[in-house]
């Protein structure tokens, strides 16, 4: 069964601060992977998308990484913003039959 | 560019009761999925449809069920509601080649 896991569930860390969230996956073969940022009460919102051959991608203050070797990804925050806090989803596509994997997500919350 | 739309945005049904939820695609999308979230099961793949047929389908009764019209519109079904259906549907929309996916903002359904 395909699966992808995220870590940490939650977190919290103040305004300016950076943190990194984990993305292991097991969907093989491997088509892409996605990174949405989720606010309370609305649809995500795609902040990155890798393949098989990309292993940064930067979308302003996010940057997601790939190791598609070891089936892994991490999307890293940079000097966070109050509005960074969010649940961050991510989803894998396999690429045989092109169905989604979703994360559980990882929320975050960011203080003053 | 308009993006992807849902109606109602919010709804309260008792149980038993049937609801219907539509979904406006991205003008050009032919592809229109929906999903089932919930604070204890996160996203959920729900079916997928393409030019009027349905082209994955998800794990779920055959309460749910869906329809795509020719102008690539969609709706979906719950019959006999129960109170676990109570989650936020989001439906999102994507080319043919499936790459990236826009959410609409979903609408959330309370069942009593």
């Known amino acids: 069964k395909n699966q992808v896991e995220q870590s940490p569930q939650s977190l919290i860390i103040l305004e300016g601060k950076n943190c990194t969230l984990q993305c292991n996956y097991t969907v093989s073969p491997f088509s892409n992977l996605r990174w949405y940022k989720q606010d309370t009460g609305r649809g995500p919102v795609s902040l990155t998308i890798m393949t098989f051959s990309e292993n940064t991608k930067s979308n302003g203050r996010y940057t997601a990484t790939l190791d598609a070797d070891t089936k892994q990804s991490s999307l890293h925050i940079t000097a966070s913003q109050l509005s960074d806090s969010a649940s961050y989803i991510c989803?894998?596509?396999?690429?045989?039959?092109?169905?989604?994997?979703f994360g559980a997500g990882t929320t975050v919350t960011v203080r003053a | 560019k308009a993006g992807v739309t849902q109606t109602p945005r919010y709804l309260i049904k008792t149980r038993g009761q049937q609801v219907t939820l539509s979904c406006s695609p991205i003008?050009?999308?032919?592809?229109v999925s929906w999903y089932q979230q919930t604070p204890g099961q996160g996203l959920q793949f729900l079916f997928e449809y393409f030019s009027e047929t349905q082209r994955n389908k998800g794990n779920f009764p055959g309460r749910f069920s869906g329809r795509q019209f020719s102008n690539s519109r969609s709706e979906m079904n719950v019959s006999t509601l129960e109170l676990g259906d109570s989650a936020l549907y989001l439906c999102?929309?994507?080319?043919?080649?499936?790459?990236?996916?826009?959410f609409g903002p979903g609408t959330r359904l309370t069942v009593l």
């Open positions: 989803v894998v596509s396999g690429s045989n039959d092109y169905k989604l994997s």
């Open positions: 999102a929309s994507s080319f043919p080649n499936r790459d990236e996916q826009f």
């Open positions: 003008s050009g999308h032919r592809s």
